[in-house]
């Protein structure tokens, strides 16, 4: 989606280069010497740019389903000047079967060097889909100095899947989770090399949207994660299931055995479960990669697992009792989040009523009607649909995480809510449905372009996304997105749970607003009750 430049060099040149090669991005090759080679990026404006740079071993074959291996050093200089193709995956049009797709990209200013802020970025998409190759970050890089990474991990069955056989090879008796065992390999890769790019491996910021956001939620419960990052930016979090390794195994046999069904109920998978458990691990291996990519969609997008070994506990607990990866926190949604959810209009009464009952159950859907009543949303129930979508799936969750942390670390909330929002990605509209601030709109402000990666257009939209870089980088730069003289940007002020909470919220222009009101807006006192 991102069309990097590709960059001839002449490999002699290269052989020049001293044991710690440390070059200037000033050259249109600027060549820096990694743990496990040279790689070669491009210089494109005012950041240097290294793209697809393997951080782990392929994972195809017998390293499918197991942590990240090493990679093997390369003798030859990398190309890393080139995007690579998505991990596998089938979702959002995009289908790949690539298990060569560890890799992460590397975005500097131009001169190598230094101790500036690092940013590690990881992508959104369900746990089932997604790439880095949609996310350039050279607006951060270049209006804050920053060195940006963004990060590709596996997806749905291959950063997930969980089952007996898989318990029986691994030496902590798990399974599932690759996924996030991949981002602690990428945030290690972080630790030993981002020196030579010129970052700093003591001051790590995470950011990421929706799933990234959920993972970025997990690697704070992973005693793995420990010291890998200083702070995190989490953006529209996902409610998450929070599976027992037992349930998650059992939706995973019977998501295989559906996929054992010829289309298009299944894929013809061909891996029977009534065998042994090592016989059924070993056809999941030999499967086409493409097939397996159609395993399980609804299972993964679950995401991450309480195994008891890269989870070891619910994250509420960990939340409630403190013992967590305790690090500074930005946690935010966007106004009208659930837009992005809906796919059907829904016409009438009956046909909302009907909606909710499959979201709230029969008996509570009447009362989920009268607290989003049609008329509140222009007399649209498939507006009013898609609030309850969005508060029940985006916005109380990531309200219920915020509230929490906020008793054990410093955090930041907000609330983007900007009118007429420039989109990041091409999405439809259903003819009743305006999109408004939806699930990832805050993205393009984030990164400072459009669905087409056009820089935001002169004015408002413009100005919000550049107060919303500094506040990022401020934020990674110290811990506050606050400058320390309180000037050039509105102040933000800690979340503190309670009736006396504040929220930024992200508009034109930027102001502060109640947190109780907040609540009350997305009814999260309700969502967030303690079930009974």
Known sequence: MRNQVRV??????????????????SDSSPAVRTDKGVVVGAAQ?????????????????????????????????????????????????????NEDCLILNVFAPPRLAGRKPVMVYL???GYTAGTSNDFDPTAIVERAGVVVVTVDYRLGAFGFLALPGLDAESPHGTSGNYALLDQQAALRWVQRNIARFGGNPRNVTLFG?????????????????????????????????????????????????????????????GCPTDVAPSALVACLEAAPAQKLADVGQDVAS?????????????????????????VPLILGSNLNEGTFFVSSSIPT????????????GPAFAPQ????????????????????????????????????????????YGYEFRQPDPVLFYETS????????????????????????????????????????????TGFARTGSPNLPDGSARPHWPSYQDGSNSRLLSLSTPVTTASGAAFNADHHCDVWNAPSE
């Open 302 to 326: 679950s995401g991450p697992i309480v195994d008891g070994y890269v989870i070891p506990t619910f994250q509420q607990d960990a939340f409630s009792t403190g013992r967590f990866n305790r």
């Open 368 to 411: 989920v009607a009268a607290m989003y009543p049609a008329d509140a949303y222009g007399g649209s129930y498939t507006l009013a649909y898609a609030a309850v979508l969005g508060d029940v799936i985006i916005t109380c969750p990531t309200q219920q995480v915020r509230a929490a942390l906020s008793r054990h670390v410093p955090v």
């Open 45 to 97: 404006g005012g950041v240097a740019r290294f793209i697809g740079i393997p951080y782990a071993a392929p994972t195809g074959g017998a390293n499918r389903f197991r942590a990240p291996q090493p990679r093997q050093p390369w003798s030859t200089p990398l190309q890393a000047t080139q995007q690579v193709a998505p991990c596998a995956q089938d979702a959002y049009g995009v289908r790949s079967d």
């Open 349 to 360: 009464q009956a046909d909302y009523l009907s909606a909710l009952e499959g979201v709230v």
């Open 8 to 25: 001839v060099i002449a490999l002699a040149a290269l052989m020049c280069l001293p044991a710690a090669a440390q070059a200037d991005a």
């Open 429 to 472: 509209t259903l003819p009743d449905m305006v999109l408004g601030d939806t699930h990832l709109s805050e993205l393009a402000y984030v990164f400072g372009v459009d669905a087409e990666g056009a820089p935001l257009p002169a004015g408002p939209d413009r100005a919000l996304s550049q107060t919303v870089i500094d506040y990022w």
């Open 209 to 269: 949207g929706s799933a990234g956001a959920g993972s970025i939620v997990s690697q704070l419960v992973s005693p793995g994660a420990a010291g890998l990052f200083q702070r995190g930016i989490v953006q529209s979090l996902p409610s998450t299931a929070n599976r027992t390794l037992d349930e998650a195994q059992n939706e995973w046999l019977a998501a295989i055995d559906q996929a054992n069904l010829p289309a298009p109920d299944g894929v013809d998978l």
């Open 123 to 125: 992508h959104g998409g």
